[in-house]
């Protein structure tokens, strides 16, 4: 007759117990020193080894000749006990012998010596299912045993096991077994087995085991049909070819088409998928990618197994996490709801919609998702248009166009770039002002990160200017010494081998370079004044404190000095900007840059010495 394996390869000593040496180092040093406790407590999830461990303690405790701590399983008590033929080892299941009667029955046996063994020994198996009535009655003995006796008592549920009873007992907890240890063990049990299973598919069951032995042995003997097990055949033989279908409709929510994602539920519905545990299901893959997310490297490990890994890694790269995380909170409100709706099937269309449409303007988690998608997006190249920059640079286009070709006067047709959803996340953007402060800057590429500069605005000729109005790019930066850069190339003069290093002779005197309107010394002073009367209130008083804010006028451009932290990021906000735009424009009459800076600590002003002194001590009484 055929044994389940399970059954077959349960433990017989200490030392083939796997995944619980915290434990079985104890158990076997206290058989060894004669040092056993009258009760003991094994706590732990199922399939880990606790009714197993209790056997093994049985027989330990009971072996005329232990080896090391562990029963020699050739005496006659250990031959009786695997047997099931000892009469003083008594297992009961508290699940259908919870009643006080049976637990005063107990007691009345118990008070008499052994028949053949050393000890009486009672397993009593999910013992929280015991009555308060119960377990009062089984609170008795347990305080004054007899000499002969031994209580195991072995629960999934430590929360409703009586105080009482804890503090009388030795408690042990019996931990889950990790993948790596579980897909070893089970590539042991088949070689044994004459199995032929692969290395990636004893991996895959042991995950599906989630650190149950006696799950993934369960698991292993529903695949042993085949000749090879892979994979294959475990997705097969475990039902996992309804996952693919459960990723499939989480990419139907990604791709937010509601249409496809109620035909993959009506197929789903048709094949008789339940609502409630496919948004269950649903949840489930949402939570592997959010691991996966978290921790791309460390987390294979967490995963629950019920996937494929490559699946799971191409779904990552199609949601940000505050995409993620919105989907899981309306999952788990649905998931909740369906308990009693009336309705399962349209509770779930209903979910499915919502995760599809884009969020309004009163959900700031759903903006913060739809602002991550637009810059995923981005980040991933999905729109050609690049931004326009601060101060547009025009080249003069040529009367004539070049040639296409010997002889030819064709212009090669330009295939139209997309356009940049700017408009569309500018929007997004705006809406979401009241619920969160927008972090979004503009940098130049190839400035350094410690001293960027926000422009004023993206683009100028959007209020009316025109270049003119802006001074030349070449007046914003410092003049250098002729020996460090070389001299300007002409148009028709050939590109040099090789960087000059020493100045050529000028051959005709340059003209000068147009100098910026110069600006006057007070502009700052003018523009905070004006500034403060339309700025919020909690900018005002850093913006008249000169060691927060300050503020000079630098080659045509007001250069304005904020302090590291949350206020250089209040003034580098767009609307600040605009704000401070508005103030130039009253004070001077005409359009200049604003340009934010980050203000070094030795940069602040310090006050001298004597304006120090004169300050004089006050005292408050």
């Not at 499915?352 to 969020?359: G, I, N, Q, S, Y």
């Not at 004070?587 to 604003?594: H, V």
């Given at each position: 007759?055929?044994?389940?394996?399970?059954?077959?390869?349960?433990?017989?000593?200490?030392?083939?117990?796997?995944?619980?040496?915290?434990?079985?180092?104890?158990?076997?040093?206290?058989?060894?020193?004669?040092?056993?406790?009258?009760?003991?407590?094994?706590?732990?999830?199922?399939?880990?080894?606790?009714?197993?461990?209790?056997?093994?303690?049985?027989?330990?405790?009971?072996?005329?000749?232990?080896?090391?701590?562990?029963?020699?399983?050739?005496?006659?008590?250990?031959?009786?006990?695997?047997?099931?033929?000892?009469?003083?080892?008594?297992?009961?299941?508290?699940?259908?012998?919870?009643?006080?009667?049976?637990?005063?029955?107990?007691?009345?046996?118990?008070?008499?010596?052994?028949?053949?063994?050393?000890?009486?020994?009672?397993?009593?198996?999910?013992?929280?299912?015991?009555?308060?009535?119960?377990?009062?009655?089984?609170?008795?003995?347990?305080?004054?045993?007899?000499?002969?006796?031994?209580?195991?008592l072995c629960t999934t549920e430590l929360q409703k096991i009586p105080a009482t009873i804890l503090s009388r007992c030795q408690r042990h907890s019996f931990h889950r077994v990790d993948a790596k240890t579980l897909a070893e063990y089970l590539s042991r049990i088949a070689?044994?087995?004459?199995?032929?299973?692969?290395?990636?598919?004893?991996?895959?069951?042991?995950?599906?085991?989630?650190?149950?032995?006696?799950?993934?042995?369960?698991?292993?003997?529903?695949?042993?049909?085949?000749?090879?097990?892979?994979?294959?055949?475990?997705?097969?033989?475990?039902?996992?070819?309804?996952?693919?279908?459960?990723?499939?409709?989480?990419?139907?929510?990604?791709?937010?088409?509601?249409?496809?994602?109620?035909?993959?539920?009506?197929?789903?519905?048709?094949?008789?998928?339940?609502?409630?545990?496919?948004?269950?299901?649903?949840?489930?893959?949402?939570?592997?990618?959010?691991?996966?997310?978290?921790?791309?490297?460390?987390?294979?490990?967490?995963?629950?197994?019920?996937?494929?890994?490559?699946?799971?890694?191409?779904?990552?790269?199609?949601?940000?996490?505050?995409?993620?995380?919105?989907?899981?909170?309306?999952?788990?409100?649905?998931?909740?709801?369906?308990?009693?709706?009336?309705?399962?099937?349209?509770?779930?269309?209903?979910?499915?919609?919502?995760?599809?449409?884009?969020?309004?303007?009163?959900?700031?988690?759903?903006?913060?998702?739809?602002?991550?998608?637009?810059?995923?997006?981005?980040?991933?190249?999905?729109?050609?248009?690049?931004?326009?920059?601060?101060?547009?640079?025009?080249?003069?286009?040529?009367?004539?166009?070049?040639?296409?070709?010997?002889?030819?006067?064709?212009?090669?047709?330009?295939?139209?770039?997309?356009?940049?959803?700017?408009?569309?996340?500018?929007?997004?953007?705006?809406?979401?002002?009241?619920?969160?402060?927008?972090?979004?800057?503009?940098?130049?590429?190839?400035?350094?990160?410690?001293?960027?500069?926000?422009?004023?605005?993206?683009?100028?000729?959007?209020?009316?200017?025109?270049?003119?109005?802006?001074?030349?790019?070449?007046?914003?930066?410092?003049?250098?010494?002729?020996?460090?850069?070389?001299?300007?190339?002409?148009?028709?003069?050939?590109?040099?081998?090789?960087?000059?290093?020493?100045?050529?002779?000028?051959?005709e005197p340059s003209a000068p370079a147009p100098q910026s309107p110069a600006l006057p010394d007070d502009l700052w002073e003018q523009v905070r004044d004006k500034a403060a009367q339309v700025l919020p209130r909690e900018l005002r008083g850093p913006l008249k404190d000169?060691?927060?804010?300050?503020?000079?006028?630098?080659?045509g451009t007001l250069v304005i000095e904020v302090v590291a932290g949350f206020l250089e990021d209040r003034f580098r906000q767009a609307e600040t900007l605009r704000k401070l735009d508005a103030a130039a424009q009253e004070a001077l009459g005409r359009q200049i840059r604003?340009?934010?800076?980050?203000?070094?600590?030795?940069?602040?002003?310090?006050?001298?010495?004597?304006?120090?002194?004169?300050?004089?001590?006050?005292?408050?009484?």
């Amino acid at each position: 007759m055929y044994q389940a394996l399970y059954r077959k390869w349960r433990p017989q000593t200490f030392d083939e117990v796997i995944g619980q040496d915290h434990i079985t180092h104890t158990l076997k040093n206290q058989v060894k020193a004669d040092r056993l406790s009258h009760a003991y407590l094994f706590i732990g999830t199922r399939g880990t080894g606790k009714t197993t461990c209790a056997r093994i303690l049985a027989k330990a405790a009971n072996c005329e000749n232990p080896v090391d701590g562990n029963p020699c399983g050739r005496c006659a008590a250990c031959r009786s006990i695997a047997d099931g033929t000892a009469v003083d080892l008594v297992e009961l299941d508290a699940a259908s012998n919870n009643g006080v009667d049976n637990v005063r029955a107990l007691r009345e046996e118990a008070v008499f010596s052994p028949a053949t063994l050393k000890k009486r020994v009672y397993i009593i198996d999910e013992v929280h299912m015991l009555s308060p009535q119960a377990f009062n009655a089984l609170l008795k003995i347990l305080e004054e045993p007899p000499k002969h006796l031994m209580f195991i008592l072995c629960t999934t549920e430590l929360q409703k096991i009586p105080a009482t009873i804890l503090s009388r007992c030795q408690r042990h907890s019996f931990h889950r077994v990790d993948a790596k240890t579980l897909a070893e063990y089970l590539s042991r049990i088949a070689g044994k087995e004459g199995l032929h299973l692969a290395p990636d598919a004893s991996e895959l069951i042991a995950r599906l085991a989630d650190g149950g032995v006696r799950d993934a042995l369960s698991l292993l003997d529903q695949c042993s049909a085949a000749e090879t097990i892979g994979v294959d055949q475990v997705t097969s033989a475990m039902g996992l070819a309804g996952k693919r279908r459960i990723a499939g409709l989480m990419d139907r929510i990604l791709a937010d088409d509601a249409e496809a994602a109620l035909k993959e539920f009506a197929s789903l519905w048709m094949d008789g998928k339940d609502p409630a545990s496919l948004m269950t299901e649903l949840n489930g893959l949402m939570r592997d990618i959010m691991v996966l997310k978290v921790a791309p490297k460390g987390g294979y490990e967490l995963l629950s197994g019920n996937f494929e890994l490559g699946l799971l890694r191409d779904l990552t790269r199609k949601v940000s996490m505050e995409e993620l995380l919105r989907s899981m909170n309306i999952l788990q409100q649905a998931i909740a709801g369906l308990r009693d709706a009336r309705n399962p099937k349209t509770a779930a269309e209903l979910c499915l919609v919502t995760l599809c449409e884009k969020p309004d303007a009163s959900d700031p988690e759903g903006l913060r998702a739809r602002i991550a998608r637009l810059e995923r997006r981005l980040e991933q190249g999905d729109f050609a248009a690049p931004r326009a920059s601060a101060i547009p640079v025009t080249d003069p286009e040529p009367e004539e166009a070049p040639p296409f070709g010997e002889g030819a006067a064709e212009d090669p047709e330009e295939d139209e770039a997309p356009p940049a959803p700017w408009d569309e996340l500018d929007e997004i953007e705006a809406r979401a002002e009241p619920y969160f402060r927008s972090e979004a800057r503009d940098a130049d590429e190839n400035e350094d990160e410690d001293s960027r500069e926000e422009f004023l605005d993206d683009e100028p000729s959007s209020r009316g200017e025109t270049e003119e109005d802006f001074p030349d790019p070449d007046a914003f930066y410092e003049p250098q010494p002729e020996d460090q850069i070389p001299a300007p190339l002409k148009k028709d003069d050939p590109e040099p081998a090789e960087p000059r290093t020493e100045p050529a002779p000028a051959s005709e005197p340059s003209a000068p370079a147009p100098q910026s309107p110069a600006l006057p010394d007070d502009l700052w002073e003018q523009v905070r004044d004006k500034a403060a009367q339309v700025l919020p209130r909690e900018l005002r008083g850093p913006l008249k404190d000169e060691n927060k804010v300050r503020g000079h006028a630098e080659s045509g451009t007001l250069v304005i000095e904020v302090v590291a932290g949350f206020l250089e990021d209040r003034f580098r906000q767009a609307e600040t900007l605009r704000k401070l735009d508005a103030a130039a424009q009253e004070a001077l009459g005409r359009q200049i840059r604003i340009q934010i800076r980050q203000m070094s600590f030795e940069a602040r002003p310090v006050r001298p010495l004597d304006e120090l002194k004169g300050f004089q001590e006050v005292s408050i009484t």
